[in-house]
Structures are given as structure tokens and as C-alpha cells.
């Protein structure tokens, strides 16, 4: 059975680095783009970015400047970077696999969430 | 930035309704528009991509249609288990976005 579980600490402050990992358990680690999504009570559900299995990245440009998501090798995990927190990037991370083929942009697969609260 | 705005924003119906939820997009995106489910304290399903096509394992009360830039998804038949918040979202420009929500309660 494939899984995705998310690891990382949730309580920040302001300035500090969000560091995330999602690890994949099960299936193939080639075969999909890997995502990071998050939702907040203001802002509601947001795209972050993408990576494939090269190391080949997409992000949201409101968020490029700060944000790094990366794999790693031999790929079975992959991460997210988010720099100079605020409290707006106060939300739930998600970590979620994703069918990419023709016209498909499929999200078949979310890690649980980790919840991430940046105060001072 | 691609504008998604659903309405409406929460609707209560009875188990059996038949009910509508729809989406539209600020521009053309073609049919690439999924439509997921958040059931209380989960994470987000999918269920519809494509604009029409079911996930596999999604049961088949649930469907969805386009009309030029409006979006339409449907659920025939509610039940109990349906109690949620469904998303549009779509996925042919960068960045992608999402709707803002449809919470979706039983009488």
C-alpha cells in the first residue's frame, strides 16, 4: 500500500526556515511529480510547487523567492523549503503525489498535513 | 492569476437531493479541471479530472460538466457521507488555483 508520511516541526517564528519532508512509501518514485500544497483559513487552499524525480521544479511565483523543493537520491522522499517566515505562512502543508500525462493533472495521493504556526 | 470563484459557498440538504455545485474560471482552461472532496479534518480527495472523469473507486453519484467556462458538479443522491467542503481546481496555467469552496451539509 502506498503512502505518503509527512515529517517536520510546526511551531516557527518569524524570519525562521520551514523545513518539511514527505517520504513515499511504496510505488514508484519515477513515475510521478511530487507537490506541496497548503491551506490556510484566509487564504484557503494554495499550490506551492512541484518536482519530478530529475530534480525538475515549478513554483507558485508569490512564493518563488523562498521556496525550494527538492528530491533526493535515490529517491524515495522529497522536501520543501520555505525561507523569512511570516505569519501568513501560517497553514497546513500538504505533500501530494500526482498523475502527470496528456492533459492529466491528477492529485491521487495527500500525506495526512502538518500543521505549521508561525509566532513571535 | 487564474480566478476560480464557486458558489455557492455552503448549501444543507436532505439525504437523497439532488444538488449542484458550480465553478468558473476568470479564462478559458479547456477541461483541465478536477474537482476534490474535504471531508472534516482530512486531508483533500480528488474525485473528478479531466472536467467529467471519475477517479477510479469514486462511487457514481458523484459527476461533473462544462459549459464554456462554467463548471458544473453534481452529486445525485446525497448521502450522510457526503458531508464535506468540495474544491475546484485547475490546472492549466501557472499557478494553479482552486475555488474557494462549497461546504456541503445533511439536513
Known amino acids: 500500500q502506498v503512502n505518503l508520511y509527512q515529517k517536520g516541526a510546526g511551531l516557527l517564528k518569524p524570519s525562521e526556515t520551514l523545513s518539511l519532508t514527505c517520504i513515499v512509501y511504496g510505488g514508484s518514485f519515477r513515475s510521478y511529480h511530487w507537490s506541496w500544497i497548503r491551506q490556510s483559513p484566509g487564504k484557503g487552499l494554495e499550490w506551492i510547487g512541484e518536482?519530478?524525480?530529475?530534480?525538475?521544479?515549478k513554483y507558485n511565483p508569490s512564493l518563488k523567492s523562498r521556496v525550494t523543493i527538492s528530491v533526493d537520491t535515490p529517491g524515495t522522499r522529497f522536501s520543501l523549503s520555505v525561507t523569512s517566515l511570516t505569519v501568513a505562512d501560517s497553514a497546513v502543508y500538504y505533500c501530494?503525489?500526482?498523475?502527470?500525462?496528456?492533459?492529466?493533472?491528477?492529485?491521487?495521493?495527500w500525506g495526512q498535513g502538518t500543521p505549521v504556526t508561525v509566532t513571535s | 492569476d487564474i480566478q476560480m470563484t464557486q458558489s455557492p459557498s455552503s448549501l444543507s440538504a436532505s439525504v437523497g437531493d439532488r444538488i449542484t455545485i458550480t465553478c468558473q474560471a476568470s479564462?478559458?482552461?479547456?477541461?483541465?479541471l478536477n474537482w476534490l472532496q474535504q471531508q472534516p479534518g482530512k486531508a483533500p480527495k480528488l474525485l473528478i479530472y479531466d472536467e467529467s472523469s471519475l477517479e477510479p473507486g469514486v462511487p457514481s453519484r458523484f459527476s461533473a460538466g462544462r459549459s464554456g467556462t462554467d463548471f458544473t458538479f453534481t452529486i445525485d443522491s446525497l448521502q450522510p457521507e457526503d458531508t464535506a467542503t468540495y474544491y475546484c481546481?485547475?490546472?492549466?496555467?501557472?499557478?494553479?488555483?482552486f475555488g474557494g469552496g462549497t461546504r456541503v451539509e445533511i439536513q
Open positions: 479564462q478559458d482552461i479547456g477541461n483541465k
Open positions: 501530494v503525489r500526482v498523475v502527470v500525462a496528456g492533459t492529466w493533472w491528477r492529485p491521487d495521493l
Open positions: 518536482v519530478n524525480y530529475e530534480g525538475l521544479t
Open positions: 481546481q485547475q490546472h492549466d496555467t501557472l499557478p494553479l488555483t
